[in-house]
């Protein structure tokens, strides 16, 4: 799904002119006079170029129609509602229509002027010898590269660290749970070493063929995924040396100014997630200078229209695009929807608003839009903000966007009721229209296409169970509903897996006649060590603890023992009911970050990473909550 990098216009590099001596003395005047010429040549095109990008370009003044920015989002003054045919597009009138064109001819005349100043200054360059030129293009890139170098030991402000608590511990009292618990540690190790082994530095790795491995959401780029996707697990785990070991390589290899076009959403989950959870972890300055790093590099993803991002950035020329098959050049739902947990926390700890107001401005958007039926769409065009197709899942495309609504105000310390309202509105929309029960009594959630719903659940959509626990509280009266709730998908989920040859989950099941939790489609079949129905079991055993949820997790893992355990890792399964399953050779990151933790805590105390000071990513990443009411962040909305 890779395509060439575009360069912007302007990130386009003119070849340097030859400044070094001539070979031949002789040919010295004609030399410096074709130099001239050349340098001449490129002036001229460089300026029909940009006169050209200024009238025939999209004009991106237009963008800023769009761009609410905080003190838009405090005085809203854009009504979607009214003079807009399509529900969420904004239109400028009144004031707004004269400011906007003032501010056009602004810009008009500060190019003009600009074009202008370049003129003089390099008919004056062209008075000067090639030793004067050469001396200032020399001085001109110290001065950058020392800019660079102040800009990366720039220290971060100090902020309070929140309290952190339960970050060791967890140990069973019961011998056969803390043998269990040693076993999931052990299959860590094992698929820690081998990575290391025969992948360290890849993004991930073949445990058969022994050798790295990557996807297209990572890009062309090997930024070591597995490593920072494992790190808090490895610590959580008390694996010290292998968690040292990642933090070396995280500080002398990891290098975000790669030409290469990575997934917005995959890198803030993973890598985001993953280096501030180590740093809170472990107190290590170096996971928070990293992801503060990797955090500006994404920004660039944000000029869009509607400030929606883009679904890819390339990470050194900032060029933002969507994936080709997403309906109608659409954003997703689940990513950019995504974000939140992450900018908050990078907003904290660096002192800078812009991920807040980021965040905040997509929210903001999304409460403005129409939603069919109570339910947001999947997708979303970030040039018009209208959405494609009506489709809505809280399974792929949509999933963590309402977990993150959920864990909004979880990590807030519950004062983020805006969150919350937002979150409850959803999910009672989600239960009229798409929960539905099988006539076997399995209660399954659906995918709502075009006012039709689809009986079919994804292994992504079992996440869901633990976030109706997880949400129970709060939720007023209906507490002991979501609560039950959860634990029916939860239900669904294990028998997903229970009626496989493997006792392992099939990508996605129907609820069709005959057909109840099994998947039909020769292509729905595989399981990649996806950890969602092991993350609601322990949500579940964390607010019940009913001892079926530790059993339920044990069959779990005995079966990815027994199927995906191969002598260089752990490999995903082609086909579930198969009982001699072939392998796809991959050992996803996310089965270190996630099926394995949640698998380690499930066989925890509760005392380890403690619900109500620790709130989990998407990735399985913990990050504290944070109380933002004692802080000075701008853009909290406590302090506002
Ligand atoms: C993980 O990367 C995250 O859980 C994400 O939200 C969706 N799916 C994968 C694992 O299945």
């Known amino acids: ?33 074709s130099e001239k010429f050349i340098l001449l040549l490129i002036l001229s095109a460089f300026i029909t170029l940009c006169f050209g990008a200024f009238f025939f370009l999209p004009d991106s003044s237009k963008h800023k129609r769009f761009d609410l920015g905080l003190q838009d989002v405090l005085i809203p003054h854009v009504d979607a509602s009214k003079g807009a045919k399509n529900p969420g597009v904004f239109l400028i009138h009144g004031p707004d229509e004269h400011r906007h064109r003032e501010e056009e001819e602004r810009l008009r005349n500060k190019i003009r ?14 008075k000067k010898s090639r030793e004067e030129i050469r001396a200032e293009i020399q001085t001109e890139k110290i001065k950058v590269v020392q800019e660079m170098k102040t800009k990366e030991k720039k220290p971060l402000p100090p902020v309070p660290i929140p309290n952190l608590i339960g970050i060791n511990g967890g140990d069973p009292e019961d011998n056969d749970i803390r043998k269990k618990r040693e076993k999931i540690k052990e299959m860590m190790k094992h698929a820690w070493d081998n990575y290391r082994i025969y992948g360290w530095g890849h993004n991930e790795l073949r445990p058969i063929a022994k050798k790295g491995h990557s996807t297209n959401i990572f890009g062309s780029s090997q930024m070591g995924a597995t490593i920072v996707d494992a790190l808090d697990t490895l610590y959580i785990m008390g694996l010290h040396d292998e968690f040292r070991d990642g933090q070396k390589w995280i500080k002398d290899n990891l290098d975000f100014s790669v030409n290469s076009e990575v997934s917005v959403f995959e890198v803030n989950i993973r890598f985001i997630g993953g280096l501030l959870a180590a740093y809170y972890l472990s107190g290590e300055e170096i996971f928070k200078i990293k992801a503060a790093q990797l955090a500006e590099k994404l920004l660039p993803a944000f000029n869009t229209p509607t400030g929606i991002p883009w679904a890819m950035v390339n990470l050194k020329s900032g060029v933002g695009r969507n994936w080709g098959w997403a309906s109608a050049g659409s954003s997703i739902l689940a990513e950019f929807g995504t974000l939140h947990m992450e900018f908050v926390h990078l907003s904290y700890l660096t002192g800078d608003p812009v991920y807040y107001k980021k965040v905040m401005h997509i929210r903001k958007l999304l409460q403005k839009m129409d939603r069919p039926n109570g339910l947001y769409p999947n997708y979303l065009n970030p040039r ?94 209906k507490a002991g509903h979501y609560l039950e709730l959860g634990a029916e998908i939860a239900r669904t989920c294990h028998e997903s897996y229970d009626r496989t040859a493997l006792k392992l989950g099939p990508e ?28 609601t079991y322990w949500y579940l055993w964390r607010f019940t603890h009913d001892p079926r949820y530790r059993q339920w997790g044990w069959e779990a893992a005995l079966a990815i023992e027994k199927y995906c355990r191969v002598s260089g890792g752990f490999s995903g399964v082609k086909d579930v009911y198969s009982s001699t399953p072939a392998h796809d050779d991959v050992q996803q990151s996310f089965f270190l970050a996630e099926t ?34 004692n802080t000075t962040l701008s853009g909290n909305p406590a302090v506002r």
């Not at 002027?113 to 062209?126: F, I, N, R, Y």
């Open 384 to 477: 018009t903000g209208r959405w494609g197709q009506y489709h809505t899942s809280v399974g792929g495309l949509g999933d963590s966007f309402y977990e993150y609504l959920l864990k909004a105000w979880l990590m807030s310390d519950k004062t983020d009721q805006e969150a919350r309202k937002m979150y409850d509105d959803a999910i009672e929309a989600i239960e009229k229209h798409l929960i539905k029960k099988s006539r076997g009594g399995l209660t399954f959630i659906g995918e709502w296409k075009n006012g039709h719903l689809e009986k079919k659940m994804g292994h992504l959509a079992c996440f869901a169970g633990g976030m109706f626990a997880l949400g129970a509280d709060g939720s007023k009266d």
């Open 1 to 33: 799904m890779t395509t060439p990098a575009l360069l912007p216009l302007s990130g386009r590099r003119i070849p340097p002119l030859n400044l070094g001596p001539p070979s031949f003395p002789h040919h010295r005047a004609t030399l410096r006079l």
């Open 113 to 126: 002027a600009d074009h202008e100043k370049a003129l003089e200054e390099a008919k004056e360059k062209l």
């Open 508 to 535: 996605s099941f129907k609820f069709d006649g005959a057909v109840e939790a099994v998947a039909v489609r020769q292509a729905e079949k595989y399981y990649i060590l996806r950890p969602e129905v092991i993350e």
């Open 596 to 629: 394995l933790k949640y698998l380690y805590l499930l066989f925890s105390g509760d005392d380890l990473l403690p619900l109500d000071h620790w709130v989990f990513n998407t990735e399985a990443h913990p990050l504290p909550v944070l109380h933002l009411a």
